[in-house]
Nanobody
Framework: QVQLVESGGGLVQAGGSLRLSCAAS????????MGWYRQAPGKQREWITS???????HYADSVKGRFTISRDNAKNTVYLQMNSLKPEDTAVYYC?????????????WGQGTQVTVSS
């Protein structure tokens, strides 16, 4: 089992910045990726970014150039630096941990942290 604890959400004005953190603990996997999803009211949860254990990053077009994902493997922690925030970025942000071992894949989720961007 992998436990994920998120922090860093809050209220910010449009154009502002926030930094989210997600710390993983428990039985982590050597082959893994961590990422962030978000879910706005009335909408489906959407993937926005991920980073592999080797450091490869991927971004959804909606956040590319504004958000930056990074990780500290020694701390099993992933960060999401969000700049130039827009009201449409308002959502609950969820940390995701994907792991693979012996041909099996596992997905774990954080509890979510609210990000609200005021106009």
């Amino acid at each position: 089992q992998v436990q994920l604890v998120e922090s860093g959400g809050g209220l910010v004005q449009a154009g502002g910045s926030l930094r989210l953190s997600c710390a993983a603990s428990g039985s982590t996997f050597s082959i893994n990726a961590m990422g962030w999803y978000r879910q706005a009211p009335g909408k489906q949860r959407e993937w926005i970014t991920s980073i592999s254990s080797g450091g490869s990053t991927h971004y959804a077009d909606s956040v590319k150039g504004r958000f930056t994902i990074s990780r500290d493997n020694a701390k099993n922690t992933v960060y999401l630096q969000m700049n130039s925030l827009k009201p449409e970025d308002t959502a609950v942000y969820y940390c995701n941990y994907w792991g693979s071992t012996l041909g099996h894949e596992y997905n774990y989720w954080g509890q979510g942290t609210q990000v609200t961007v005021s106009s």
